[in-house]
T-cell receptor, first 114, second 118 residues
């Protein structure tokens, strides 16, 4: 079974600075998708960014970018120019190709300090 | 686009009653909907997957008779917690995906329902 590991339970960053959240996963499959979801205190899960495993180019969405290292099974999220509104739980998620299910990591609580 | 509405957002009820939670896709047709449970400071635990017009597929350890799921249309799925007890208190979140929940059709989540059983 696939597993997703987020080794940083909590992190903090100063406003306007850059922070990187780590995620590793374990799979024997070659076709899969990876996601980062954000859950602010309001509890709604918001899709931040996604990456297809067959794409070598790292996905970017404005201030959010990933460092996808397929061989190392690593999928880190970089947040540039951190804003107070980025304060949230961040969940890394894995989806095997052909499966409808998401496997979530345990999450990283990010606090952006003014 | 891709808005999922979940109702109610918060419910408190007495032990023994049944509670229904609705999950609606507002601007797309959701062929697949998912129900998750989240305990405080923990990750999401998938309870069941439902496809429109067919029976839900429950994850191991989830009681089918306790958590009734109905996906009667492409825009609505409901979760009914039957004869709820305090241990059923939790945060329940639904998600929906259109045209199949493959990686190119990511899941979109509702705002969640906080259920408190007294």
């Amino acid at each position: 079974a696939q597993t997703v590991t987020q080794s940083q339970p909590e992190m903090s960053v100063q406003e306007a600075e850059t922070v990187t959240l780590s995620c590793t996963y374990d799979t024997s499959e070659n076709n899969y998708y990876l996601f980062w979801y954000k859950q602010p205190p309001s509890r709604q899960m918001i899709l931040v960014i996604r990456q297809e495993a067959y794409k070598q180019q790292n996905a970017t969405e404005n201030r959010f970018s990933v460092n996808f290292q397929k061989a190392a099974k690593s999928f880190s999220l970089k947040i540039s120019d951190s804003q107070l509104g980025d304060t949230a739980m961040y969940f890394c998620a894995f989806q095997q190709g052909g499966s409808e299910k998401l496997v979530f990591g345990k999450g990283t609580k990010l606090t952006v300090n003014p | 686009g891709a808005v999922v509405s979940q109702h109610p957002s918060w419910v408190i009820c007495k032990s023994g009653t049944s509670v229904k939670i609705e999950c609606r896709s507002l601007d797309f047709q959701a062929t697949t909907m998912f129900w998750y449970r989240q305990f405080p400071k923990q990750s999401l635990m998938l309870m069941a997957t439902s496809n429109e017009g067919s029976k839900a597929t429950y994850e191991q350890g989830v009681e089918k008779d306790k958590f009734l799921i109905n996906h009667a249309s492409l825009t609505l799925s409901t979760l009914t917690v039957t004869s709820a007890h305090p241990e059923d208190s939790s945060f329940y979140i639904c998600s929906a995906s259109g045209l199949g929940a493959w990686g190119n059709q990511p899941q979109h989540f509702g705002d969640g329902t906080r259920l408190s059983i007294l």
